[in-house]
């Protein structure tokens, strides 16, 4: 391998000037936590094929995907912001570190099960603090029926009869959204169908939180309308976790133009992504997003498959703030690439980067930034 080239697997993709995956990010490429039995990420996946247990599983398609499958088989456009090289992990020009799960819909669909799930770790420049981390886990699911207002009833209300849950009472689901024009149906699609899949979706996921949830204190969720390139209407389902509204899945009903590349001109499908890691921190307990790497035995330890269990901490080290600022260069300034930075410098013993002063120099007009760093170890 030459300095203008990436091996991954045993492949080789030549760089260009898109490149921009990091040592640190593709050192995370081959771990699985979604796979290894005993972590909270994949004892929450197990949780959840389980409850949706007729859905065929996909669970180790590699992370590696063509701009193709990531955007445009989703129909982003080409200019559309969530493509820019400070949010994403390019290989190359055409080449990526997926985003998201949803970068397999059209694979799943044309493997003929008209309900899967596809788990995987997905890859994204973000910010960094205690929920943030460049690589976290989804789970897509997508579910499709025949486009008949009459079998599409019949099926979506077994399915419903058939999962029938006593209503968890400590699971309070808040949900007003309504059809209407900013969030709209799709042309192709009428009322009662539309209706019927929607409430499938509906009740799907309710159940699933319902299930997985059963045990603990009060919880309240919502839904919210939202808007998605590739699914309308949409919407996003969010938990409350110590006051804050956290946002644990997007979903919606497929668009029709996805439905027709797969082949399925006469089906009508709803899709969801589901972050496994903010579910499993607030069933498990756990305080910060870095702990599901932690290679130290005292976290793996703790858990069993099949059960949910409240994290103990072992690391009871104070925090170390160091700050830090700089005079801006007068290109643009992305702060995921700061953060990058720091990540690749420092590790998993950043916990939070905050910026605390914006200044201009009145003067010559240059911009300085001061970010105050958190450093603190999880496990030593
Ligand atoms: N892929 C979307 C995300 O990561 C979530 C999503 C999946 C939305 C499926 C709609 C349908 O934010």
């Not at 159940?207 to 919407?235: G, H």
């Not at 938990?239 to 668009?255: A, F, H, P, S, T």
Request: charged share 25%.
């Amino acid at each position: 391998v030459t300095d203008s080239e990436i091996k991954i697997d045993g492949k080789i993709y030549k760089k260009d000037q898109w490149t921009n995956v990091s040592p640190t990010t593709l050192s995370r490429v081959n771990r699985k936590l979604h796979l290894h039995p005993q972590h909270p990420i994949s004892i929450i996946r197990q949780l959840i094929e389980s409850h949706f247990h007729d859905f065929k599983t996909f669970h180790d398609i590699s992370p590696i995907v063509t701009t193709q499958q990531n955007f445009d088989d989703l129909l982003i456009a080409k200019d559309h912001v969530t493509r820019n090289r400070s949010d994403n992990y390019y290989l190359n020009e055409s080449t990526m570190l997926r985003a998201h799960t949803s970068a397999h819909q059209l694979q799943g669909m044309r493997s003929g099960a008209s309900k899967f799930l596809i788990s995987g770790d997905v890859f994204r420049r973000d910010e960094i603090d205690a929920s943030h981390y460049p690589v976290f886990h989804q789970m897509e699911g997508v579910v499709y029926f025949d486009h008949d207002p009459v079998k599409t009833a019949e099926q979506v209300n077994a399915d419903i009869q058939m999962g029938r849950l006593k209503e968890a009472e400590n699971v309070k689901v808040v949900d007003d959204t309504i059809i209407k024009p900013e969030n709209p149906m799709q042309d192709r699609h009428t009322p009662e169908t539309l209706e019927a899949v929607a409430s499938h979706l509906k009740y799907s996921i309710n159940s699933m939180v319902r299930k997985l949830f059963a045990d603990e204190p009060d919880l309240e969720v919502r839904w919210i309308d939202a808007y998605f390139p590739f699914t309308s209407p949409s919407w996003e389902v969010e938990i409350k976790y110590k006051g804050e509204w956290l946002e644990v899945l997007g979903c919606g009903v497929v668009r029709q133009e996805l439905m027709d590349q797969a082949g399925l001109h006469d089906k009508i499908g709803h899709a969801f992504g589901l972050g496994l890691e903010r579910l499993a921190m607030v069933l498990f307990g756990i305080p910060d997003i870095r702990l599901f790497w932690s290679q130290d035995e005292r976290f793996i330890q703790q858990f069993t498959p099949g059960q949910i269990q409240k994290f103990q901490p072992f690391s009871k080290f104070p925090p170390c703030i160091k700050d830090i600022s700089f005079w801006l260069p007068n290109k643009s300034w992305e702060e995921n690439d700061f953060c990058e930075l720091v990540r690749d410098v420092a590790g998993d013993l950043v916990e939070n980067v905050e910026l605390i002063d914006d200044f201009t120099h009145p003067k010559s007009d240059k911009r300085s930034l001061c970010y105050r760093i958190l450093y603190r170890s999880m496990d030593r």
